[in-house]
């Protein structure tokens, strides 16, 4: 399975855009990069998802690189309820579906 | 509401006493998994099911059951609970399970102290 590499932590500005970079350097061609977030010990969220193309949606933008090899999250105008430790995670292999989370980064918005 | 629920949300238990933590989904997902979350390890996966009367071990299944009798619901036992299964415990579900760009939808978690 391909692992994922994020910074422990970062800040960012109310309203200003929060970049969340990932790297992924040993996925593979069919595997998906998944963003997941978790806000205080609650249940994971859902974010968004990719395969090669650039993805967005109601909250936030995807950018893969096109070596696939790292990936941005784009939350565009930060709020201090997206303070919360963001997840990228990589789809394990066909036939199963167990997503495997590592530490995450955790992002602090600052008013 | 589409959700995921878990019960109970927090337990105190001794070494030794057989629990239960259940889980339902009203979704009508196929896919229905176990987690457990602990500081410095991120989360892991215990036990999932693809279906109905289909179960399988994930990452960390030692000390840990579960079944899958109906396709809402998919409990976590654990016959004899000791203090290093002191932890923050969620369920998940997906629609199929296994199918790229599928998503899981997480319950609220359930935090487990065992003395």
């Known amino acids: 399975d391909a692992k994922t590499t994020q910074p422990t932590s970062m800040d960012c500005a109310e309203g200003r855009a929060a970049n969340l970079p990932c790297n992924h350097s040993t996925i593979s061609g069919n595997e998906y990069v998944y963003w997941y977030r978790q806000i205080h010990s609650q249940g994971p969220q859902y974010i968004i998802h990719?395969?090669?193309n650039n993805e967005t949606n109601e909250m936030a933008s995807l950018i893969i690189t096109e070596d696939r090899k790292s990936s941005t999250l784009i939350l565009p105008h930060a709020t201090l309820r997206d303070t919360a430790v963001y997840y990228c995670i990589v789809l394990r292999g066909a036939g199963s579906y167990q997503l495997t989370f590592g530490k995450g980064t955790k992002l602090s918005v600052i008013p | 509401e589409a959700q995921v629920t878990q019960n109970p949300r927090y337990l105190i238990t001794v070494t030794g006493k057989k629990l239960t933590v259940t889980c339902s989904q009203n979704m009508n997902h196929e896919y229905m998994s176990w987690y457990r979350q602990d500081p410095g390890l991120g989360l892991r996966q215990i036990y999932y099911s693809m279906n109905v009367e289909v179960t399988d071990k994930g990452d960390v299944p030692e000390g840990y059951k579960v079944s899958r009798k109906e396709k809402r619901n998919f409990p976590l036992i654990l016959e004899s609970p000791s203090p290093n299964q002191t932890s923050l415990y969620f369920c998940?579900?997906?629609?199929?399970?296994?199918?790229?760009?599928?998503?899981?939808?997480f319950g609220p978690g359930t935090r487990l102290l065992v003395l």
């Open positions: 990719g395969l090669k």
């Open positions: 998940a579900s997906s629609l199929i399970g296994g199918v790229p760009g599928e998503t899981q939808y």
